[in-house]
């Protein structure tokens, strides 16, 4: 089955910089790539997702690559603000089922 | 607005005791599931349900099993919870394969003693 690897699983930067999260996945099959924000004591929401077929996405102050070739996508987010402080989950889905595998988990920590 | 909620925010049982987690969504979803969170481990899919009386396992589970009597539950349940299912659990809800996007549920801290 389907393997997805996060790194790092805990990053604190300052506010104003930019954060990145990186993800690998093993079945070259997957086709969407979906990133989860969980606030602490809150439900995960997805927050931008990407499909195979488009190398990046962008949504303001996030934006998600793909390079299929290599099996890995990353989360960017620029400027960031401690609202943005929360575990970020990336996940991986083959064909038409969209069964998601998820990652273990970023735990992003910004600080004013 | 997708709403998916669960019965019980918290709950603390006995080791031994069968367990009901329910979950519920109002959005006429296709599929359903079942996640347990743990610190550094991420979201482990436990079983999924893509249609009323249909299931499918996922990555971990045993000790665990569900049902999916109407489209809009679908209930887990621990036939003899054990300490090591001390856990957060969460439902999600998807429309289906074009939009696959999912809707959590706020969580069931659940904790065997």
């Known amino acids: 089955g389907e393997n997805v690897e996060q790194h790092p699983s805990t990053l604190s930067v300052q506010e104003g910089d930019s954060a990145v999260i990186k993800c690998t996945y093993s079945?070259?099959?997957?086709?969407?790539f979906p990133w989860y924000k969980q606030e602490l004591g809150k439900r995960p929401q997805l927050i931008i997702d990407?499909?195979?077929?488009?190398g990046e996405k962008k949504d303001q102050r996030i934006a998600v690559t793909l390079n299929k070739t290599a099996k890995h996508f990353s989360l960017h987010i620029t400027e960031t603000q401690p609202e943005d402080s929360a575990v970020y989950f990336c996940?991986?889905?083959?064909?038409?089922?969209?069964?998601?595998?998820f990652g273990r988990g970023t735990s992003l920590i910004v600080h004013p | 607005d997708v709403k998916v909620t669960q019965s019980s925010r918290y709950l603390v049982k006995r080791t031994g005791e069968k367990v009901f987690l329910e979950c519920v969504q109002d959005?006429?979803?296709?599929?359903m599931f079942w996640y347990r969170q743990d610190p550094g481990l991420g979201l482990r899919l436990i079983y999924f349900s893509y249609d009323v009386k249909m299931k499918e396992k996922g990555d971990i589970p045993e000790g665990y099993s569900v049902s999916r009597e109407k489209k809009e539950r679908f209930s887990l349940i621990l036939e003899s919870a054990s300490t090591n299912q001390t856990s957060m659990y969460l439902c999600?809800?998807?429309?289906?394969?074009?939009?696959?996007?999912?809707?959590f549920g706020p969580g069931t801290r659940l904790t065997v003693t």
């Open positions: 990407i499909r195979s077929n488009v």
């Open positions: 079945d070259s099959a997957s086709n969407y």
């Open positions: 999600a809800s998807s429309s289906g394969t074009f939009t696959p996007e999912q809707y």
């Open positions: 959005m006429d979803h296709e599929n």
């Open positions: 996940a991986a889905s083959a064909g038409g089922s969209y069964i998601p595998t």
